[in-house]
């Protein structure tokens, strides 16, 4: 549930309260075998505690754990092996962490399993449009980040069209926080997040963040993952490994525009940006 008071918009993330009134920091943690940056590093639960563990020291703010690889191209995976995949490592992390967990999945099953062992947020690429997936978030009280993506991880990249991105994009999100609100899911518990890199090529991605303020408007939290994407080695020409700079770049962008969380795999670095963001725009820099 969220409410307002002095500090700003406050995400009641089950046993944790996120105070979004300074853009805050999401370490991106796969346990996955095939993500484009970082897959098969940490599917061990006890290696993913102790990167949770480095990224909040770091800086992170919450920790998301995604056990199915969106990377462009990908294959879904079945339910009982992204199960099998990121259960350990929920139930390893929730009690464990000072911050909340957001747990990546669009299966209603895995988001049912998540809040049950302690999950704070719900980040479904898919919108919340699979089968189930309304109910199941309804149900959890927790929550619910929603992203636009056109098509599926295995066919978003093949020809993606717009005529305007970023009204499309926006209406579509609105699309979903209708549907919502009638299932239950108060506006309360939505964010939103256009889904950079998402079935849409740069140039779509560059307008998106020159026009974020318009997801903004709505008055719904806005969240964004562009940390090491196509549009970032798009803009620098660097490999995935190497796009630190431009990825900071990105989230300084999106914060000065009204972003209030960030998704990333480079912790310190941009907690340093955001705290500077805060600074300079007033807010109170989390510490």
Do not use: W
Request: proline share 7%; with cysteine.
């Amino acid at each position: 549930m969220e409410r307002q008071d002095r500090q700003g918009p406050v995400l009641e993330c089950g046993r944790h309260r996120l105070d979004l009134a300074a853009p805050r920091v999401m370490g991106i943690l796969n346990v996955t075998p095939d993500s484009f940056s970082d897959g098969g590093h940490f599917i061990d639960p006890a290696r993913a505690l102790d990167r949770a563990h480095a990224m909040v020291e770091e800086g992170a703010d919450l920790i998301d754990v995604g056990g199915e690889s969106t990377r462009p191209g990908s294959e879904p995976v079945p339910l009982d092996e992204e199960r099998g995949r990121i259960m350990p490592v929920l139930e390893a992390l929730c009690p464990a962490l000072p911050v909340p967990v957001s747990v990546d999945t669009s299966k209603p099953e895995v988001m049912r399993a998540a809040a049950e062992v302690g999950v704070g947020l719900l980040n479904d690429v898919n919108g919340l449009r699979a089968d189930g997936a309304l109910e199941a978030a309804a149900e959890t009280g927790l929550p619910v980040c929603l992203m636009h993506m056109l098509g599926t991880p295995r066919t978003m990249q093949e020809d993606p069209r717009y005529r305007n991105v970023t009204q499309e994009i926006l209406d579509f999100l609105l699309q979903r926080v209708a549907a919502c609100e009638a299932a239950g899911l108060p506006r309360r518990r939505l964010l939103l997040d256009p889904g950079f890199g998402f079935g849409k090529r740069s140039a779509h991605n560059f307008q998106l963040l020159r026009e974020l303020d318009q997801f903004v408007a709505t008055g719904l939290p806005v969240l964004v993952g562009m940390s090491r994407k196509g549009m970032v080695g798009q803009a620098t020409n660097k490999p995935p490994q190497e796009r630190l700079h431009g990825s900071v770049a990105a989230a300084v962008m999106a914060a000065t525009l009204g972003a209030r969380i960030i998704r990333v795999h480079d912790v310190a670095a941009t907690r340093e940006a955001m705290d500077f963001v805060a600074a300079v725009l007033g807010g109170k820099a989390a510490g």
